[in-house]
T-cell receptor, first 111, second 110 residues
Framework: NAGVTQTPKFQVLKTGQSMTLQCAQD?????MYWYRQDPGMGLRLIYY???????DKGEVPNGYNVSRLNKREFSLRLESAAPSQTSVYFC??????????FGDGTRLSIL | SQKIEQNSEALNIQEGKTATLTCNYT??????LQWYRQDPGRGPVFLLL?????KEKRKERLKVTFDTTLKQSLFHITASQPADSATYLC?????????FGQGTRLTINP
């Protein structure tokens, strides 16, 4: 019973490269979220998906795209990575208005 | 604009004492507030939820209060232990999304 699985755990990119962060859940939750966490800034919402087939922007969506592939999977794509996107990225899931369940993050460095 | 602030970035407490963390908010009328714990290299883990009509909630050595007049929540850990050392995050519900404070890094010294 894995809960929320994020891949990869670590990644180093060069400026301008693209990549997709993957998130998969086995909790059968409808809602899924992508956050970034930076020192002193807390968790900031990038995008979320309230249900399969829907996505909405959060507080800091610029430079990112998302895909809710199915109920289980929610991916985050950086089309042209910038050093300002160096961060730790967390995926979370939620059933209705219950507390969120988080993965253990992807640590992304952009040089 | 809406704002959530946790009173300090870091807090050091002697083992056995009560640790008290503060979460203040402005321009919100949250239905409830949540507290999470985050260990280094891990994602946040849910601890407690308190609703606007509840003044206090307890779980083992943890206690949360919620004062909607002061717009403040207090998070207490009694009889603190070194294993309680972690970062603690408060979060408010807003339009089906959670908004998080920046966290307080708590260290319990033996």
């Amino acid at each position: 019973n894995a809960g929320v699985t994020q891949t990869p755990k670590f990644q180093v990119l060069k400026t301008g490269q693209s990549m997709t962060l993957q998130c998969a859940q086995d909790m059968n939750h409808n809602s899924m979220y992508w956050y970034r966490q930076d020192p002193g800034m807390g968790l900031r919402l990038i995008y979320y998906s309230a249900s399969e087939g829907t996505t909405d922007k959060g507080e800091v969506p610029n430079g990112y795209n998302v895909s809710r592939l199915n109920k289980r999977e929610f991916s985050l794509r950086l089309e042209s990575a910038a050093p300002s996107q160096t961060s730790v990225y967390f995926c979370a899931t939620r059933w209705r208005l219950q507390p969120q369940h988080f993965g253990d993050g992807t640590r992304l460095s952009i040089l | 604009s809406q704002k959530i602030e946790q009173n300090s970035e870091a807090l050091n407490i002697q083992e056995g004492k009560t640790a008290t963390l503060t979460c203040n908010y402005t321009n919100y009328s949250p239905a409830y507030l949540q507290w999470y714990r985050q260990d280094p290299g891990r994602g946040p883990v849910f601890l407690l939820l308190i609703r606007e009509n509840e003044k206090e909630k307890r779980k083992e050595r943890l206690k949360v209060t919620f004062d909607t007049t002061l717009k403040q929540s207090l998070f207490h850990i009694t009889a603190s232990q070194p294993a309680d050392s972690a970062t603690y995050l408060c979060a408010l519900e807003g339009a089906q999304k959670l908004v998080f404070g920046q966290g307080t890094r708590l260290t319990i010294n033996p």
